[in-house]
């Protein structure tokens, strides 16, 4: 398909419909982990893990997803990958053991990470360079509707047949997943005159890893730094809302318009990057978010709480598909799979270490210093991104 013919419109449903229903089985199946961990026993710490296994299995198998894709190809990952996770959320449903369960948890995160990789790395070949912010945009933007949605759907679900239920609308959207994987089309290159791929064997990790070091210790960084301001922000909110004395209804309502916000403005966002250059959303998201982060602990209500988050959403939503997008930009032709796979691992090193540093802050300090580092951190990524974008250049959009 030739860069000038590309519409996105064209392949929305291959290529978007998976990754809709995917966030969707997951949205429906993640308000309840730690419900169904002490429905078999466990402590409130204990189910609280559980929940954090799901990070820690993607965490530990971005390496092994880039060896699936290297080796079947993004198509079959992708169906791979969704029927792994399906097999996953039956096994979490229906054992009686706790750690059965907690082998389920952490087969859900691998199949996350498999399925993260193989869809960068395809829309990576699927989009030509300048609509590829676009495209990534569009692709983080679906997948936060199936998030937003799949909560809606499990509710429904668990109201006529318990917490199963919730399991079963996961499993039963993977399993489309899986058939809608299966027709995605195959793709050629899109520009012509990119030298074509070497017939030696694929570089090595060592070697992918020494060829572009300089990338992983600049952007890389950035990256690991955004990751972990977008990731803490998911316990701020509530958090703060309960440092307030809000109610949980009050709580789900801020969060639940601060991720509305977010969806409305992830391809206006991806737009500009195309047209303007990566810097142009890069920046301003993690100074709003830095900002916004700042000045959460000043919030004593409500209204001004939700403004906050309302702020927060924002920056996070017009970053959606900034570390696709920077991913795919610097990924060589051979060996994309490595490259993208030890990017995804810097990422989810920052998604990990950000609440983490949250907890830690709020125990020896304050909930507040916390929030405020995490404001700082935020900050941090936005000069490292401004420091290095315009050094290595905004490849995709054909910036300097």
Known sequence: MPAESFNLRRIAVAVFGPTLLFGLGEGAILPIVALSARELGASVPTAALMVTLIGIGSLLSNIPASMLTLARGERWALVAASLWCALAMALCAWTQQLWLFAVGCLLIGAAQAVFSLARQSYLTDAAPPHYRARAMSTLGGVMRIGLFIGPFAGAAAIHRFGLAGAYGVGIAVLLVSALLSARLPDLEAHDPSAP??????DSTWLATLRDHARVFAALGVGVLLVSAVRSSRQAVIPLWAD?????????????????????????PAGHLMDRKGRLWVALPSMLIMGVALLLTPLSTGPASLLLAAAVIGFGNGI????????????????????????????????????????????????LASGIAATGLIGIAAAWQLARWIPRFGDRGSGRP
């Not at 074509?196 to 064997?201: E, H, R, W």
């Not at 930009?329 to 950000?354: E, K, N, Q, S, V």
């Open 196 to 201: 074509a791929p070497p017939t030696a064997p």
């Open 319 to 366: 970053s959606s598909g900034l570390i696709m997008t920077l991913g795919a930009d610097h990924a060589p032709r051979t060996g994309r799979a490595r490259f993208l796979g030890l990017w995804r691992l810097m990422a989810d090193i920052g998604a990990a270490g950000g609440p983490a540093l949250l907890s830690l802050l709020a125990a020896v300090l304050s």
């Open 243 to 267: 440092h307030l004395g809000l109610q949980a209804s009050v709580t789900s309502l801020i969060y639940g318009l601060a991720a509305g916000l977010e969806m409305l403005v992830f391809y």
